[in-house]
């Protein structure tokens, strides 16, 4: 805590609302566990001028800096007003899907064996994957993007995700298999977003299998589902498709997964139930569900009422996402 007595050469006027805002900054920084450098970093001001200011000491114009904190405190407790308004999406929900995921994840570590899981976009593979990893040990998930679809890079990306320091490419590979290497029940290699990887990319997956008996599992959109078959056009990629034990697909929700999703919202009246199942059939599926939810229920809490069957349909259109 900062001792707000101290006195300096800054006049009074220009020290006006000093002490009140530094109590502020104090107990924002200790309800956030913030430190003095993720203060400044986030309010814009340098830190030898924060640390200045805050402990009273600052030889420059405390006005021009407590001008600063304080729109940068009104802007973070506009934000936190805001983030508290937000409604919260259910917990992790034991769908039919996500057992499904689950299921297949697990029979990938304990073989271990390559698996493929395609899902369109809001259809919860990514949550039930990310459940698994939570609870299982020797158990990693790592996230591709379109910059790691090399070999490389998606290489680069594991090892930063396993905490590999390794920066050699030569002994990169070596240094990964070591530390995804089967011991015990076995080790899982979750691989998101596999759609972004080069077929070249996942070759180098379908090694760790062979080579260090990890479990891989390749989870994407339907292209990635769409590679198995392209694998069988010729001899090249004959072994990598041999090596996929099992598949998963889902284009839409189940009608179960649906309703159990819909009643962990809350929502109970039948048409609504009716038009939030339509929204969770079209792609994109529970996420829209989700956000159509959250933007009804902001409006309808702002107005001090509940949600009713035209806030979801207003809320469905006002976000504008369905295509023509």
């Not at 993007?145 to 990169?172: C, D, F, Q, Y």
């Not at 649906?258 to 599926?285: C, H, I, M, N, R």
Request: hydrophobic share 40%; with cysteine; aromatic share 6%.
């Amino acid at each position: 805590m900062v001792d707000t007595s101290i006195t300096t050469t800054a006049t009074v006027a220009d020290r006006d609302g000093w002490a009140d805002l530094v109590t502020r900054v104090n107990a924002l920084a200790e309800a956030r566990g913030w430190s003095k450098a993720e203060i400044s970093r986030k309010s814009g001001v340098a830190q030898g001028t924060l640390s200045q200011w805050m402990s009273g000491k600052y030889a420059g114009s405390y006005a021009a800096v407590s001008s600063k904190i304080r729109n940068w405190l009104d802007q973070a407790d506009a934000v936190e007003e805001l983030a508290a308004s937000v409604p919260t999406s259910p917990d992790f929900l034991d769908l039919n899907f996500a057992q499904s995921v689950m299921s297949t994840l697990s029979i990938a570590q304990v073989m271990p064996a390559m698996v493929m899981i395609t899902a369109d976009a809001g259809m919860g593979k990514t949550v039930a994957a990310r459940r698994y990893v939570a609870t299982r040990p020797n158990s990693f998930l790592v996230t591709m993007t379109p910059h790691t679809r090399s070999i490389h890079n998606m290489l680069a990306e594991i090892a930063a995700e396993l905490g590999v320091e390794e920066k050699s490419s030569g002994k990169l590979v070596r240094a990964i298999g070591k530390r995804i290497e089967r011991v015990g029940d076995g080790t899982l290699l979750v691989i998101d977003e596999a759609q972004n990887l080069s077929d070249e990319a996942i070759d180098q997956l379908r090694c760790f299998t062979d080579n260090y008996r990890c479990g891989i599992a390749l989870v994407g959109n339907r292209e990635t589902y769409g590679r198995f078959s392209s694998w069988g056009q010729g001899d090249k990629y004959g072994q990598l498709r041999r090596r996929v034990f099992r598949r998963i697909r889902r284009d839409k929700p189940s009608k179960e997964d649906l309703a159990s999703f819909l009643t962990a919202w809350g929502v109970t009246d039948p048409k609504q139930v009716e038009f939030l199942t339509g929204v969770g059939l079209k792609p994109g599926a529970l996420g829209q569900i989700d956000m159509t939810i959250k933007l009804a229920r902001l409006t309808a809490e702002g107005r001090g009422r509940d949600v009713s069957l035209v806030d979801l349909k207003s809320a469905w259109a006002n976000r504008d996402v369905e295509t023509v």
